[in-house]
């Protein structure tokens, strides 16, 4: 239990010094940060990811609709307001997802209906595809398929963030004799353009460093004005989708 009660106390809080220290940084640079973190919500533990616009303000808070498989020993789920993804900041509407949220078709329509012209995908360390039977769905090349099928299908900006894992963590973790976290590296980080192009070269896989594209909100114009499917080219009298956005609170008036 050593390793766990470590991570929960190095999992971030809100209104904690950290992220404050954040909340400030956005503010003096002028950017819009999307963060994906481990929320430590009075010691339970939530797949968190927040948008921080370039004043400072946190602007959505939200959290992984269903932690996959493992995941589920450490993390909690959300409710409904995590469902409110996607916000105004001051280079246009800007959403995030997690890791396999970018398999849920329902939760992919939802955000696209929010009418992002930027999405964050997060993901955790990915590598190369060995050939063998772990997922490829899991692999750089699966969960980059992901991020160039929601550009396509979202006619949107896609900035695909991987983090990455150093030598240093996999000791720090004990992962290095294990089938996940044992291999330095694991970075793959790109943007897409609305029709699914990739806009940026890559780095090393171990590499920390910035990924930058130029941009033109007009291109998300040009691709929806041939297919928008939360648009012109949807039929909502025949297809649609119903969500429950309120957050379910653990004690009640009634």
């Given amino acids: 239990m050593e390793r766990s009660v470590a991570y929960i106390r190095n999992s971030l809080r809100y209104g904690s010094p950290e992220m404050?220290?954040?909340?400030?940084?956005?503010?003096?640079?002028?950017?819009?940060?999307?963060l994906g973190f481990s929320?430590?919500?009075?010691g339970s533990l939530y797949i968190a990811q927040c948008i921080i616009t370039d004043t400072g303000e946190i602007k959505a808070k939200r959290?992984?609709?269903?932690?996959?498989?493992?995941?589920?020993?450490?993390?909690?789920?959300?409710?409904g307001d995590s469902l409110?993804?996607?916000?105004?900041?001051?280079?246009?509407?800007?959403?995030?997802?997690?890791c396999w949220e970018h398999i849920n078709p329902l939760l992919k329509y939802h955000t696209y209906h929010q009418r992002e012209l930027f999405h964050v995908a997060a993901w955790p360390p990915v590598h190369h595809h060995s050939g063998g039977s772990e997922f490829f769905s899991m692999s750089l090349e699966g969960t980059r398929i992901l991020a160039q099928t929601y550009a396509i299908e979202s006619s949107?900006?896609?900035?695909?963030?991987?983090?990455?894992i150093a030598e240093k963590g996999i000791k720090a973790m004990g992962t290095g004799e294990g089938t996940l976290m044992n291999i330095p590296g694991g970075g793959s980080s790109a943007i897409f353009?609305?029709?699914?192009?990739?806009?940026?070269?890559?780095?090393?896989?171990?590499?920390?460093?910035?990924v930058i594209a130029e941009v033109s909100p007009d291109?998300?114009?040009?691709?929806?004005?041939?297919?928008?499917?939360?648009?012109?080219?949807?039929?909502?009298?025949?297809?649609?989708?119903?969500?429950d956005l309120e957050a379910k609170k653990h004690v009640r008036g009634v």
């Fill in 219 to 243: 291109k998300v114009l040009e691709t929806r004005c041939f297919v928008d499917s939360c648009g012109h080219y949807s039929r909502p009298d025949l297809l649609w989708l119903g969500v």
């Fill in 84 to 98: 409110l993804n996607v916000v105004d900041t001051s280079v246009g509407r800007v959403g995030a997802l997690s």
């Fill in 20 to 34: 404050e220290k954040i909340r400030t940084c956005a503010l003096e640079n002028k950017i819009n940060v999307v």
């Fill in 156 to 164: 949107t900006f896609v900035i695909h963030t991987t983090a990455l």
């Fill in 39 to 42: 929320e430590n919500y009075h």
């Fill in 63 to 79: 959290r992984k609709l269903k932690p996959t498989h493992m995941e589920r020993t450490v993390f909690g789920d959300c409710t």
């Fill in 193 to 210: 353009g609305p029709d699914g192009r990739q806009l940026t070269e890559d780095l090393p896989e171990d590499e920390e460093n910035l």
